[in-house]
């Protein structure tokens, strides 16, 4: 039971570049989450998926976009990187929206 | 709006003193709190949640907190520090008026620094 996996851990890009970061989890979980950490700023909602088909907007999702690929697989692309967008990338899920959510290693993306 | 805040940015404290770690939160209803640890480089494991009922309640790693609705509070504390206590720690809220509720709201955390 590997929980909530990310990939990839590392990634540079370059201004305008584009890249999918991928999120599954083997918990049969219905909800998923995608955060971003900053320094100073704690952890803040970019979208997140109550469940399977659906997906909605956190307090940061400009410049991103989410696909629910299945039950298990949750993705946040960027489609155009931008220096602001230089972030730690978490993935969380949870069984009901709000309980106890179960996070991932994290993603650390610098953007240049 | 729902809001969390965590008033210390940094603390220090030696190993096998007390801890207490604040969180303040602003909401409406019956809020479902939530303390979380990251260790360096790792993502975040609960350490413990309230829903409802006693206020105060137990956790994972010795630690506690307790609900105080009067303050808007929900304080963390461990009595005794341990060396691998050193981690940052968030208090989060969740929204909504359900055990279903949309999403969590997170403080900015507290990095606690411990010294032998």
């Known amino acids: 039971n590997a929980g909530v996996t990310q990939t990839p851990k590392f990634q540079v890009l370059k201004t305008g570049q584009s890249m999918t970061l991928q999120c599954a989890q083997d918990?049969?979980?219905?909800?998923m989450y995608w955060y971003r950490q900053d320094p100073g700023m704690g952890l803040r909602l970019i979208y997140y998926?109550?469940?399977?088909?659906?997906?909605d907007k956190g307090e940061v999702p400009n410049g991103y976009n989410v696909s629910r690929l299945n039950k298990r697989e949750f993705s946040l692309r960027l489609e155009s990187a931008a220096p602001s967008q230089t972030s730690v990338y978490f993935c969380?899920?949870?069984?009901?929206?709000?309980?106890?959510?179960?996070f991932g290693p994290g993603t650390r993306l610098t953007v240049l | 709006a729902q809001s969390v805040t965590q008033p210390d940015i940094h603390i220090t404290v030696s190993e096998g003193a007390s801890l207490e770690l604040r969180c303040n939160y602003s909401?409406?209803?019956?809020?479902?709190l939530f303390w979380y640890v990251q260790s360096p480089g790792q993502g975040l494991q609960l350490l413990l949640k309230y829903f409802s009922g006693d206020t105060l309640v137990q956790g994972i790693k010795g630690f506690e907190a307790e609900f105080k609705r009067s303050q808007s509070s929900f304080n963390l504390r461990k009595p005794s520090v341990h060396w691998s206590d050193a981690a940052e720690y968030f208090c989060a809220v969740g929204t909504g008026n359900s055990y279903n509720t949309d999403k969590l709201i997170f403080g900015t955390g507290t990095r606690l620094q411990v010294f032998p």
């Open positions: 909401y409406g209803a019956t809020p479902y």
């Open positions: 969380a899920s949870s069984e009901v929206a709000a309980a106890e959510q179960f």
């Open positions: 998926s109550a469940s399977e088909g659906t997906t």
């Open positions: 918990m049969n979980h219905n909800s």
